[in-house]
């Protein structure tokens, strides 16, 4: 197990390096002067050229890449140009409530899909199973701003059950938060609900043409203990590594779902980053979101190699 | 795994199919697959959900029954009915005008990024899978960073850069796409290259460039073909996903994205401005899904078992 974790932190260094330099381009792919476009309602030169000497964009740009990385490898990841605030706090500040989001929605998704993905192989090819397929292409297709809206309409518009927006935190209010954060995390949980659904199933239908499988049952066991007993612990097996490939989704999903329901978690701090032009902390949020994404896909890799010891050995 | 990873933000099916379909002529292949593409059950329906969509976007002009930028502020949140089929705007304009326009953009979107990332992946998978050594590494390292990035965030980011607008987002959508292209390049020609065919060419002394463009692509091309259809739909969604955020087509033109996103302050007095686009999208997204498992299906002859 030592080995497999040296080995993957090794395989991250150069994309870690690669990701950090794709940052540093991305201020300097604008069209154009990015102080002007930063700076588009302040015609004032002099606030433009200290914006320029404080970003070093009046430095070569190898210089401004050392310096831009000297800081990096300080723990300093900029400021943002608007709230004068270093990006470490603007997202400290915003982490809890996409946790939370990110928390509850995958709770959710293995909630519905669980149920749902051991019905339809069991029963596969009768109306259980169609509905259970019908579901899943539903979500998987379904735009989740589309979702978001759809669920404000109905239980916030129409029947007004629960919040259409804004956030309360759950660890000072339980239940006013919790109901801030229902139907965020349903727009955001049916979505990964829907692809869990499609994996279960099928490497449920799998496990099950297995011969260890036709033992059990000659044995006489029940087809539920069948299941439970030796099909669904070797089906969930892809289910943990499609849960892994989903975070990345799961990060883009929040974006939009706290930008509909106005959480401020860190989505959404990304999109008005991006919207203010505020680029310093554009490339701030977004390497953090990166650097988060790769650690936790190595948190997976690891817990799949835990999981399944022939991944181990390799 | 049909399009197994979610798209309402840009994430791809993973690597759909894994090695390289077996290689009867392509030509006699064709038809057979067109028959099994055929006869998959919901695959007429995506076919014709495609074709519907294509037909609207390229006669826009003239099927639309209104100009989709006349703003008429005398007839504002009207109700569907018989003038304005999905109602009107909150400035009068007519939705059923400016969904079929916004399937312009949709298509555009889906069809060119897709493109850009098959041509820019397809070189990249070649060009790593051929050359080998450092350029591999490069280049697959390269790709393993564009994936480092959560897709939706990549594109929002790039976007952002590339200034609002259709561009910007077809081709912050096409840098998104291209690592699984190129991955999927590779692993086709370095099995591909390993074929006893492969060899025989080389021993009769065929030049380099004939191997890639006689052998090694013919053969590669049933996976890219699959992956790229089943991307058009992630792409379109990505696309409403992006212009929904405000990236995208600007004001007044009409995108689906953007019209579900203005239509989202008045979803209590008139509900279709943002149903007549959210319907467009779901419809033409679930239809693409169906062409896309249905060539799935019928190119890789494994799951056709």
């Known amino acids: 197990m030592g080995r497999l974790v040296l080995r993957r932190l090794l395989a991250t260094v150069p994309v870690l390096l690669l990701v950090t330099a794709g940052v540093f381009t991305l201020i300097h792919l604008t069209p154009g002067d990015p102080i002007d476009v930063m700076m588009s309602e302040s015609a004032d030169a002099t606030v433009k050229e200290n914006l320029r000497r404080e970003l070093g964009m009046d430095q070569p740009i190898y210089i401004q890449y050392a310096a831009w990385m000297g800081r990096l490898l300080r723990g300093d990841l900029g400021h943002s140009i608007r709230n004068r605030e270093p990006v470490i706090e603007n997202v400290g500040k915003r982490i809890r409530p996409s946790l939370q989001l990110a928390g509850l929605a995958m709770a959710i998704s293995l909630i519905i899909a669980t149920p749902i993905g051991i019905l339809s192989a069991a029963r596969r090819n009768t109306y259980v199973d169609r509905v259970g397929t019908s579901f899943a292409l539903f979500g998987i297709c379904m735009p989740n701003f589309l979702l978001a809206l759809l669920l404000i309409f109905f239980f916030g518009v129409k029947l007004r059950w629960l919040p259409i927006s804004g956030y309360t935190d759950p660890l000072e209010e339980p239940w006013l938060g919790l109901r801030s954060l229902v139907l965020p995390a349903i727009t955001l949980g049916l979505a990964l609900a829907a692809v869990v659904t499609r994996t279960l199933r099928s490497s449920m239908l799998e496990a099950l043409s297995e011969d260890y499988v036709r033992t059990a049952r000659a044995k006489g066991l029940s087809e539920w203990r069948v299941i439970r007993g030796h099909v669904l612990k070797n089906a969930l097996i892809p289910v943990v590594t499609v849960l892994g490939l989903q975070l990345g989704t799961l990060i883009g999903g929040a974006v939009i779902t706290e930008y509909v329901f106005a959480l401020p978690g860190v989505g959404r701090l990304v999109v008005d980053a991006v919207f203010a032009r505020d680029y310093p902390l554009v490339q701030g949020v977004v390497l953090l979101i990166a650097v988060g994404f790769i650690v936790s896909n190595l948190l997976v890799d690891l817990l799949y190699g835990w999981i399944d010891p022939r991944i181990r050995y390799r | ?305």
């Open chain 2, 1 to 305: 795994m049909a399009g197994s990873i979610r798209g309402s933000d840009i994430a791809e099916p993973a690597a759909v199919v894994a090695g390289p379909v077996a290689a009867p002529p392509v030509s006699a292949r064709r038809w057979a697959v067109l028959r099994h593409a055929a006869r998959t059950r919901l695959a007429p329906l995506g076919v014709v959900v495609m074709l519907a969509a294509l037909v609207v976007a390229v006669l826009a002009p003239i099927v639309s029954p209104h100009d989709p930028l006349k703003q008429d502020l005398g007839n504002v949140l009207a109700k569907p009915g018989r003038a304005h089929l999905l109602g009107t705007d909150n400035v009068g304009r007519d939705v059923l005008s400016r969904v079929i326009w916004g399937t312009r953009v949709s298509l555009v979107a889906g069809l060119g990024s897709v493109a850009i990332a098959v041509v820019a992946g397809g070189l990249l998978g070649l060009l790593a899978g051929y050359a080998g050594g450092q350029a591999d590494g490069l280049v697959m390292r390269l790709m393993d960073a564009v994936l480092s990035f959560p897709p939706l965030v990549l594109a929002l980011a790039l976007g952002a850069v590339l200034g609002a607008g259709l561009t910007g987002v077809v081709i912050a959508l096409g840098v998104v796409y291209t690592p699984t292209f190129a991955r999927l390049m590779r692993g086709q020609v370095l099995t591909i290259t390993a074929r006893e065919y492969v060899e025989a060419a080389r021993a009769l002394g065929a030049p380099g460039w004939r191997i890639a463009w006689h052998h090694v692509l013919p053969n590669a091309i049933a996976p890219i073909v699959i992956q790229a259809s089943l991307s058009v739909a992630f792409a379109i969604l990505a696309e409403a996903s992006l212009s929904f955020l405000g990236l995208g087509i600007q004001p007044p033109g009409a995108s689906w994205g953007s019209m579900i996103n203005a239509g989202r302050g008045y979803l209590q007095q008139a509900p279709w401005i943002v149903f007549g686009p959210g319907a467009a999208l779901f419809i033409t997204v679930v239809g693409l899904n169906f062409v896309g498992d249905a060539v799935r299906d019928a190119l890789d002859p494994r799951l056709r078992a």
